[in-house]
């Protein structure tokens, strides 16, 4: 499994952005899939989360209500809108796919395939 991370940059507080995943895998609905990242000296932290047909999602407090993920099977794609992007939103962001677990999962030890990460910048 390969997955493609892209849409990160440099924004302004209050400001919107898009990421997405594309993932090289013959049955991409096999996998759950999430959103991670990590600031400059900090540990690596779930974001968001969605299960294998899109129909639960999972989210960190902070971003309840500013973030959303979704994904489309057929395009093998999974996406995070950003909304009213703050300051400590800045991080590096990484999507991994869970094939194993029967459940949304918030532990990056629970994901088997991540992909590079994309740099998320947000301006005060």
């Known amino acids: 499994v390969q997955l493609q991370a892209s849409g990160g940059g440099l924004v302004q507080t209050g400001d919107s952005l898009r990421l997405y995943c594309k993932a090289s895998v013959r049955t991409f609905s096999n996998y759950n899939m999430a959103w991670f990242r990590q600031a400059p000296g900090k540990e690596r932290e779930f974001v968001a989360a969605i299960n294998r047909d899109g129909g639960m999602s999972d989210y960190r407090d902070s971003v309840k209500g500013r973030f959303t993920v979704s994904r489309d099977n057929a395009e093998k794609m999974v996406s995070l809108q950003m909304n009213s992007l703050k300051p400590e939103d800045t991080a590096v962001y990484y999507c991994?796919?869970?094939?194993?677990?029967?459940?949304?999962?918030?532990?990056?030890?629970?994901?088997?395939?991540w992909g590079q990460g994309t740099q998320v910048t947000v301006s005060s």
């Open positions: 991994a796919a869970d094939y194993k677990a029967l459940r949304l999962m918030r532990h990056k030890a629970a994901y088997e395939y």
